[in-house]
């Protein structure tokens, strides 16, 4: 069990590290110090669901409903524009820095459903996940290792992401530094949404 466990989690782990809108989000709001706990635990646990539905052959849902596909892709783009142009406002405005208790602290319940929002509207978590994932695990005898292998990369990253932005407080105090984040996190959403469309 252990060839099928490391295959799941070192692959689990090449995908989930390029930046992409849900780790941008993870990261601006670890930086934040902002319900980051919760947060993680709820991108690793829909990541979770996810490979488990591509271990056990969610990808012929897909197959049978072609549908399924352009609407998941057009909603997500419509979602990470939105997104992407409230970077774009927030680094406009600026002002903010890594002051926590002087920045307007958002509720867990935006911050929970926005996250919600950036992990299940986004086409291209159910292509590494549920396609991806699903098809390699095929490969091998131990789909369940295969599939907790790829859980556990997840659960790590999204912690080592989360708490480690710790790190980089001192950077983040100066609000010049959150324009740029936010104007980078604006170039990502909307990179991503284009892809989509013109994908």
Partial sequence: MIVP???GFSLSASLIIAIGAQNAFVLRQGLRREHVLPIVILCGLSDTAL???GVLGFSAMTEAAPWVEPAL???GAAFLFWYGARSFWSAWQGGESLKPSEAGASSLKVVMLTCLALTWLNPHVYLDTVVLLGSVSA???GKAAFGIGAALASFLFFFA????ARALVGLFASPRSWQILDCVIGVVMWTIAVKLILS
């Fill in 51 to 53: 490979i488990a539905a």
């Fill in 139 to 141: 490969q091998y005898d």
């Fill in 161 to 164: 992401l989360g708490y480690g």
């Fill in 73 to 75: 892709t057009f909603g």
């Fill in 5 to 7: 466990f490391l295959a």
